[in-house]
Protein backbone atom coordinates (compact mmCIF):
# COMPACT_ATOMS: atom_id res chain seq x y z
CA UNK A 1 0.00 0.00 0.00
CA UNK A 2 1.08 3.73 -0.49
CA UNK A 3 1.04 5.85 2.40
CA UNK A 4 -0.36 8.95 2.04
CA UNK A 5 1.19 12.14 3.57
CA UNK A 6 -0.15 15.20 4.49
CA UNK A 7 3.15 18.02 5.23
CA UNK A 8 5.10 15.48 6.15
CA UNK A 9 9.06 15.07 5.97
CA UNK A 10 10.68 12.30 5.25
CA UNK A 11 13.63 11.04 7.31
CA UNK A 12 14.87 7.81 8.57
CA UNK A 13 18.92 8.38 9.77
CA UNK A 14 18.88 10.64 12.92
CA UNK A 15 19.33 13.93 11.30
CA UNK A 16 23.30 15.22 11.03
CA UNK A 17 24.36 17.11 12.99
CA UNK A 18 24.83 20.42 11.31
CA UNK A 19 27.03 23.23 12.55
CA UNK A 20 25.52 25.58 15.22
CA UNK A 21 24.77 29.30 14.64
CA UNK A 22 26.94 31.78 16.31
CA UNK A 23 25.05 32.77 19.81
CA UNK A 24 23.87 36.43 18.79
CA UNK A 25 24.97 38.38 21.96
CA UNK A 26 22.76 40.68 21.68
CA UNK A 27 19.19 41.13 23.70
CA UNK A 28 16.04 40.21 22.34
CA UNK A 29 13.73 42.52 22.85
CA UNK A 30 11.32 42.39 19.82
CA UNK A 31 8.88 39.51 19.18
CA UNK A 32 6.99 39.05 16.32
CA UNK A 33 3.58 38.51 16.72
CA UNK A 34 1.61 39.38 13.77
CA UNK A 35 2.34 36.16 11.57
CA UNK A 36 -1.05 33.82 12.47
CA UNK A 37 -0.52 30.16 10.95
CA UNK A 38 -2.89 27.26 10.46
CA UNK A 39 -1.62 24.01 9.02
CA UNK A 40 -2.39 20.39 9.78
CA UNK A 41 -1.04 17.33 7.97
CA UNK A 42 -2.12 13.47 8.84
CA UNK A 43 -0.67 10.19 6.64
CA UNK A 44 -1.47 6.38 6.86
CA UNK A 45 -0.79 3.32 5.60
CA UNK A 46 2.11 0.89 7.01
CA UNK A 47 2.99 4.11 9.44
CA UNK A 48 0.63 6.92 10.17
CA UNK A 49 0.06 9.82 12.65
CA UNK A 50 -0.64 13.77 12.03
CA UNK A 51 -0.21 17.06 13.61
CA UNK A 52 -1.53 20.70 13.55
CA UNK A 53 0.01 24.11 14.32
CA UNK A 54 -2.16 26.70 14.84
CA UNK A 55 -0.40 30.66 16.03
CA UNK A 56 -2.67 33.30 16.29
CA UNK A 57 -2.32 36.78 18.19
CA UNK A 58 0.63 35.56 20.53
CA UNK A 59 -0.83 32.07 21.40
CA UNK A 60 1.10 29.00 20.20
CA UNK A 61 0.07 25.42 20.12
CA UNK A 62 1.51 22.08 18.04
CA UNK A 63 0.67 18.72 18.57
CA UNK A 64 1.86 15.54 16.73
CA UNK A 65 1.55 11.54 17.29
CA UNK A 66 3.27 9.36 14.71
CA UNK A 67 3.74 5.38 14.28
CA UNK A 68 6.42 4.28 12.27
CA UNK A 69 9.25 1.85 11.88
CA UNK A 70 11.84 3.96 10.13
CA UNK A 71 14.57 3.72 12.03
CA UNK A 72 13.68 2.83 15.42
CA UNK A 73 10.62 1.54 15.17
CA UNK A 74 7.84 2.74 17.85
CA UNK A 75 5.44 5.69 18.49
CA UNK A 76 5.55 9.04 19.52
CA UNK A 77 3.79 12.22 20.67
CA UNK A 78 4.65 15.69 21.34
CA UNK A 79 2.66 18.57 22.41
CA UNK A 80 3.64 22.32 22.80
CA UNK A 81 1.19 25.46 24.41
CA UNK A 82 2.42 29.08 24.65
CA UNK A 83 0.77 32.43 24.70
CA UNK A 84 3.11 35.67 24.02
CA UNK A 85 2.05 38.65 26.94
CA UNK A 86 3.71 41.70 25.50
CA UNK A 87 3.12 45.19 28.04
CA UNK A 88 4.01 48.69 28.10
CA UNK A 89 7.64 47.87 29.31
CA UNK A 90 7.53 44.26 29.74
CA UNK A 91 6.96 41.06 27.73
CA UNK A 92 6.40 37.52 28.96
CA UNK A 93 5.84 34.28 27.70
CA UNK A 94 4.50 31.30 29.61
CA UNK A 95 4.74 27.77 28.17
CA UNK A 96 3.97 23.95 28.36
CA UNK A 97 5.66 20.94 26.53
CA UNK A 98 5.34 17.65 26.41
CA UNK A 99 6.74 14.32 24.57
CA UNK A 100 5.93 10.58 24.83
CA UNK A 101 8.56 8.53 22.86
CA UNK A 102 8.18 5.09 22.82
CA UNK A 103 10.93 3.45 20.70
CA UNK A 104 14.15 1.44 22.37
CA UNK A 105 12.27 2.76 25.47
CA UNK A 106 9.16 3.93 26.87
CA UNK A 107 10.49 7.92 27.41
CA UNK A 108 8.10 10.50 28.77
CA UNK A 109 8.73 14.47 29.54
CA UNK A 110 6.34 17.15 30.87
CA UNK A 111 7.79 20.27 31.41
CA UNK A 112 6.72 24.12 32.20
CA UNK A 113 8.25 27.29 32.45
CA UNK A 114 7.95 31.53 31.60
CA UNK A 115 10.55 33.40 29.33
CA UNK A 116 10.23 37.52 30.29
CA UNK A 117 12.17 40.21 29.03
CA UNK A 118 11.98 44.03 30.10
CA UNK A 119 13.07 47.34 28.58
CA UNK A 120 14.28 49.60 31.94
CA UNK A 121 15.43 53.22 31.52
CA UNK A 122 19.17 52.08 31.61
CA UNK A 123 19.06 48.26 31.34
CA UNK A 124 17.14 45.28 29.33
CA UNK A 125 16.25 42.67 31.74
CA UNK A 126 16.16 39.07 30.24
CA UNK A 127 14.89 36.18 31.90
CA UNK A 128 13.09 32.69 32.89
CA UNK A 129 12.37 29.83 34.39
CA UNK A 130 11.09 26.34 33.45
CA UNK A 131 10.59 22.84 35.58
CA UNK A 132 11.28 19.13 33.66
CA UNK A 133 10.21 15.94 34.65
CA UNK A 134 11.55 13.04 33.28
CA UNK A 135 10.72 9.24 33.19
CA UNK A 136 13.72 6.79 30.73
CA UNK A 137 12.47 4.97 32.87
CA UNK A 138 13.67 6.29 36.38
CA UNK A 139 12.39 9.61 37.57
CA UNK A 140 14.19 12.64 37.42
CA UNK A 141 13.51 16.06 38.12
CA UNK A 142 15.19 19.54 36.43
CA UNK A 143 14.67 23.10 36.53
CA UNK A 144 16.34 25.68 35.10
CA UNK A 145 16.96 29.41 35.79
CA UNK A 146 18.84 32.28 33.57
CA UNK A 147 18.91 36.29 34.41
CA UNK A 148 20.41 38.36 31.73
CA UNK A 149 21.11 42.27 32.55
CA UNK A 150 21.94 44.41 29.93
CA UNK A 151 23.42 48.34 30.16
CA UNK A 152 22.09 49.38 26.55
CA UNK A 153 23.12 52.69 26.82
CA UNK A 154 26.38 52.98 26.99
CA UNK A 155 29.08 52.58 24.25
CA UNK A 156 30.71 49.66 25.36
CA UNK A 157 27.73 47.49 26.54
CA UNK A 158 28.31 45.49 29.33
CA UNK A 159 26.18 42.30 30.15
CA UNK A 160 26.08 39.78 33.20
CA UNK A 161 24.36 36.68 33.30
CA UNK A 162 23.44 33.62 35.90
CA UNK A 163 22.26 30.86 34.40
CA UNK A 164 21.49 27.88 36.96
CA UNK A 165 20.51 24.43 37.02
CA UNK A 166 19.09 22.13 39.93
CA UNK A 167 19.27 18.67 39.62
CA UNK A 168 18.90 15.84 42.14
CA UNK A 169 22.22 16.71 43.43
CA UNK A 170 21.30 20.27 44.33
CA UNK A 171 22.26 23.70 42.32
CA UNK A 172 24.73 24.68 39.96
CA UNK A 173 25.19 27.93 38.93
CA UNK A 174 26.94 29.37 36.05
CA UNK A 175 28.26 33.43 36.20
CA UNK A 176 29.41 35.09 33.61
CA UNK A 177 30.51 39.34 32.64
CA UNK A 178 30.46 40.11 29.06
CA UNK A 179 31.39 43.59 26.82
CA UNK A 180 29.99 44.34 23.43
CA UNK A 181 31.86 46.86 21.65
CA UNK A 182 30.43 47.37 18.22
CA UNK A 183 31.13 44.11 16.24
CA UNK A 184 33.34 42.49 18.81
CA UNK A 185 31.87 40.74 21.89
CA UNK A 186 34.27 39.35 24.89
CA UNK A 187 33.39 36.89 27.37
CA UNK A 188 34.49 34.90 30.55
CA UNK A 189 32.62 33.15 32.87
CA UNK A 190 32.65 30.40 35.23
CA UNK A 191 30.82 27.37 37.21
CA UNK A 192 30.63 28.45 40.86
CA UNK A 193 29.47 25.72 42.25
CA UNK A 194 31.87 22.72 42.05
CA UNK A 195 35.19 22.40 40.37
CA UNK A 196 35.67 25.82 40.50
CA UNK A 197 37.11 28.07 38.67
CA UNK A 198 36.15 26.16 35.46
CA UNK A 199 36.88 29.14 33.02
CA UNK A 200 35.08 29.87 30.03
CA UNK A 201 36.22 32.66 27.90
CA UNK A 202 34.74 33.74 24.62
CA UNK A 203 35.70 36.11 21.81
CA UNK A 204 33.38 37.01 18.73
CA UNK A 205 33.41 38.82 15.73
CA UNK A 206 29.84 39.89 14.13
CA UNK A 207 28.68 41.18 11.16
CA UNK A 208 25.90 41.31 8.17
CA UNK A 209 28.49 39.29 6.19
CA UNK A 210 30.96 37.89 8.38
CA UNK A 211 30.58 36.07 11.53
CA UNK A 212 34.01 34.59 13.85
CA UNK A 213 34.67 33.47 17.32
CA UNK A 214 36.71 31.92 19.50
CA UNK A 215 36.18 29.98 23.16
CA UNK A 216 38.42 28.40 25.62
CA UNK A 217 37.36 26.62 28.64
CA UNK A 218 38.07 23.93 31.43
CA UNK A 219 36.84 22.18 34.06
CA UNK A 220 32.68 20.77 34.89
CA UNK A 221 30.08 20.80 32.01
CA UNK A 222 26.75 20.77 33.38
CA UNK A 223 24.33 20.41 31.07
CA UNK A 224 20.35 19.47 31.23
CA UNK A 225 19.75 15.93 30.40
CA UNK A 226 17.03 17.66 27.58
CA UNK A 227 20.56 18.69 25.61
CA UNK A 228 22.01 15.08 26.17
CA UNK A 229 18.48 13.35 24.72
CA UNK A 230 18.26 11.86 21.66
CA UNK A 231 14.85 9.56 20.64
CA UNK A 232 16.64 8.35 17.38
CA UNK A 233 19.61 6.52 19.42
CA UNK A 234 18.96 3.68 21.53
CA UNK A 235 20.56 4.94 24.75
CA UNK A 236 19.61 4.62 28.75
CA UNK A 237 20.40 7.54 30.86
CA UNK A 238 20.92 7.26 34.14
CA UNK A 239 19.11 10.42 36.42
CA UNK A 240 20.52 12.88 37.64
CA UNK A 241 23.52 12.65 34.59
CA UNK A 242 27.17 12.74 35.34
CA UNK A 243 28.84 15.89 34.75
CA UNK A 244 31.41 15.64 32.19
CA UNK A 245 34.85 17.61 32.39
CA UNK A 246 37.15 18.86 30.35
CA UNK A 247 40.89 19.54 31.01
CA UNK A 248 41.37 22.05 28.28
CA UNK A 249 38.65 22.18 25.05
CA UNK A 250 38.88 25.57 22.38
CA UNK A 251 36.86 25.59 19.30
CA UNK A 252 35.85 28.17 16.63
CA UNK A 253 33.60 29.28 14.66
CA UNK A 254 32.59 31.44 11.88
CA UNK A 255 30.48 32.10 8.33
CA UNK A 256 30.89 34.34 5.33
CA UNK A 257 28.08 35.37 2.87
CA UNK A 258 28.90 36.55 -0.43
CA UNK A 259 26.44 36.67 -2.91
CA UNK A 260 23.94 33.67 -3.19
CA UNK A 261 26.60 31.65 -1.34
CA UNK A 262 26.99 30.90 2.32
CA UNK A 263 29.80 28.81 4.33
CA UNK A 264 31.35 28.35 7.59
CA UNK A 265 31.49 25.74 9.77
CA UNK A 266 33.22 24.96 12.73
CA UNK A 267 36.15 22.91 14.83
CA UNK A 268 36.86 22.14 18.43
CA UNK A 269 39.74 20.05 20.08
CA UNK A 270 38.84 18.83 23.16
CA UNK A 271 40.66 17.34 25.87
CA UNK A 272 38.69 15.21 28.28
CA UNK A 273 39.23 14.35 31.98
CA UNK A 274 35.68 12.83 31.72
CA UNK A 275 32.79 12.10 28.79
CA UNK A 276 29.70 10.82 28.87
CA UNK A 277 29.33 7.25 26.53
CA UNK A 278 27.47 4.64 25.29
CA UNK A 279 28.48 0.96 27.38
CA UNK A 280 28.11 -2.25 26.02
CA UNK A 281 24.16 -2.01 26.72
CA UNK A 282 23.62 1.38 25.76
CA UNK A 283 24.12 3.32 29.44
CA UNK A 284 25.39 6.52 29.34
CA UNK A 285 28.49 6.84 31.62
CA UNK A 286 31.64 8.48 32.21
CA UNK A 287 35.04 7.45 30.10
CA UNK A 288 37.89 8.93 31.24
CA UNK A 289 41.08 10.61 29.84
CA UNK A 290 40.37 10.93 25.74
CA UNK A 291 40.76 13.48 22.93
CA UNK A 292 38.52 14.62 20.58
CA UNK A 293 38.77 16.52 17.29
CA UNK A 294 35.42 16.99 15.35
CA UNK A 295 34.80 19.57 12.63
CA UNK A 296 31.39 20.35 10.52
CA UNK A 297 31.53 22.49 7.49
CA UNK A 298 28.51 23.54 5.30
CA UNK A 299 27.95 25.51 1.79
CA UNK A 300 25.11 26.97 0.37
CA UNK A 301 24.16 28.48 -2.89
CA UNK A 302 21.65 29.43 -4.99
CA UNK A 303 21.99 29.92 -8.87
CA UNK A 304 19.34 31.26 -11.53
CA UNK A 305 19.41 30.09 -15.04
CA UNK A 306 16.57 32.10 -16.77
CA UNK A 307 13.45 30.42 -15.37
CA UNK A 308 15.39 27.58 -13.64
CA UNK A 309 16.40 28.00 -9.51
CA UNK A 310 19.34 25.94 -8.09
CA UNK A 311 19.98 25.30 -4.90
CA UNK A 312 22.20 23.16 -3.54
CA UNK A 313 23.22 22.74 0.15
CA UNK A 314 26.20 20.92 1.40
CA UNK A 315 26.63 19.44 5.36
CA UNK A 316 30.12 18.20 6.21
CA UNK A 317 31.74 16.40 9.39
CA UNK A 318 34.89 14.84 10.46
CA UNK A 319 35.13 13.29 13.93
CA UNK A 320 38.37 11.96 15.64
CA UNK A 321 37.94 10.03 18.41
CA UNK A 322 39.33 6.74 20.69
CA UNK A 323 37.34 3.66 19.45
CA UNK A 324 36.42 3.13 22.40
CA UNK A 325 33.11 5.98 22.34
CA UNK A 326 31.28 3.57 19.64
CA UNK A 327 28.57 4.90 16.75
CA UNK A 328 30.45 7.98 16.41
CA UNK A 329 31.47 7.98 12.14
CA UNK A 330 34.59 9.38 11.37
CA UNK A 331 32.86 11.29 8.63
CA UNK A 332 29.03 11.98 7.91
CA UNK A 333 27.75 13.84 4.98
CA UNK A 334 24.13 15.34 3.94
CA UNK A 335 23.74 17.01 0.20
CA UNK A 336 20.77 18.50 -1.09
CA UNK A 337 20.08 19.81 -4.27
CA UNK A 338 16.88 20.96 -5.26
CA UNK A 339 15.81 22.30 -9.08
CA UNK A 340 13.00 24.84 -9.26
CA UNK A 341 10.55 26.05 -12.27
CA UNK A 342 7.89 28.04 -11.48
CA UNK A 343 5.44 26.12 -8.90
CA UNK A 344 7.41 22.68 -9.70
CA UNK A 345 10.43 21.03 -8.54
CA UNK A 346 12.39 18.17 -7.80
CA UNK A 347 14.85 16.94 -5.14
CA UNK A 348 17.54 14.59 -4.66
CA UNK A 349 19.18 13.80 -0.98
CA UNK A 350 21.97 12.08 -0.13
CA UNK A 351 22.85 10.58 3.33
CA UNK A 352 26.61 8.99 3.86
CA UNK A 353 27.78 7.39 7.01
CA UNK A 354 31.60 6.16 7.48
CA UNK A 355 32.09 3.03 9.13
CA UNK A 356 32.22 3.03 12.51
CA UNK A 357 32.80 1.02 15.89
CA UNK A 358 29.70 -0.57 17.18
CA UNK A 359 29.29 -1.55 20.87
CA UNK A 360 30.78 -5.03 19.57
CA UNK A 361 31.39 -4.40 15.90
CA UNK A 362 32.66 -2.44 13.39
CA UNK A 363 29.34 -0.88 11.26
CA UNK A 364 29.45 -1.03 7.61
CA UNK A 365 29.28 2.28 6.09
CA UNK A 366 26.04 3.72 4.71
CA UNK A 367 24.52 5.31 1.62
CA UNK A 368 21.05 6.30 1.40
CA UNK A 369 19.18 8.45 -1.40
CA UNK A 370 15.67 10.23 -1.14
CA UNK A 371 14.12 11.92 -3.53
CA UNK A 372 11.00 14.47 -4.23
CA UNK A 373 8.93 15.71 -6.74
CA UNK A 374 6.17 17.97 -6.39
CA UNK A 375 4.14 21.30 -7.15
CA UNK A 376 3.99 24.05 -4.49
CA UNK A 377 1.05 26.90 -4.47
CA UNK A 378 0.51 29.24 -1.59
CA UNK A 379 -1.45 27.46 -0.04
CA UNK A 380 -0.92 23.60 -0.71
CA UNK A 381 1.48 21.25 -1.70
CA UNK A 382 0.96 18.04 -3.93
CA UNK A 383 4.00 15.79 -4.62
CA UNK A 384 5.49 12.56 -4.89
CA UNK A 385 8.42 11.53 -2.73
CA UNK A 386 10.61 7.91 -2.79
CA UNK A 387 12.30 7.48 0.42
CA UNK A 388 15.86 4.94 0.23
CA UNK A 389 15.73 5.19 -3.34
CA UNK A 390 18.18 2.09 -3.50
CA UNK A 391 16.79 0.15 -0.74
CA UNK A 392 20.08 -0.12 1.14
CA UNK A 393 19.24 -2.43 4.40
CA UNK A 394 22.76 -1.66 6.54
CA UNK A 395 22.99 -1.20 10.16
CA UNK A 396 23.57 2.27 11.33
CA UNK A 397 23.20 0.89 15.41
CA UNK A 398 23.47 -2.86 16.04
CA UNK A 399 20.32 -4.44 15.45
CA UNK A 400 18.96 -1.33 13.98
CA UNK A 401 18.01 -1.31 10.25
CA UNK A 402 16.18 1.49 7.74
CA UNK A 403 12.99 0.83 6.50
CA UNK A 404 12.47 -0.45 2.84
CA UNK A 405 12.10 1.68 -0.28
CA UNK A 406 8.88 3.01 0.34
CA UNK A 407 6.92 5.41 -2.37
CA UNK A 408 4.57 8.35 -0.87
CA UNK A 409 2.39 10.38 -2.32
CA UNK A 410 0.34 13.59 -0.92
CA UNK A 411 -1.40 16.78 -0.11
CA UNK A 412 -0.24 19.81 1.78
CA UNK A 413 -2.52 22.38 3.67
CA UNK A 414 -1.14 25.72 5.18
CA UNK A 415 -3.66 28.93 5.85
Not at 126 to 144: K, L, M, N, T
Not at 163 to 173: L, S
Not at 242 to 257: M, T
Amino acid sequence: MIPIFFLFALDSLPPLPAPADLRCPEPAIQFDMDRDLLSAESYFGRYYGGGITCAWSGFFIKAAYTRDEKWLAGTEGRAMAAVALPLKSLWFRPFFNGQWIKRSADHRQIGAGIDAASDLPWFVLVSGFRYDRWQIPDVDHEAIGYLSIYGDRFIIMPQVELNVIYRADGWEPFVSARLHAGVFHFGLGSNVARSFPAPHFDLEYITPRITAGISIQKGAINNTLASYYDRDKPYRYPVPLPSEELKFGIDGKGRLAFGPVRLGGDAALLEWRSRLAPDDSFYLSLVHDLDELRVNFFIAATENISRVELRNALYLRYEKISKMIPDVPKYDLLDTLVINYGPAYVSLEVKYLHTREGISRTLPRIILFNSRIGIRGKTFEIFCAVFNLGNGCMEIFEGSYPGSRQVVGGIGLKL
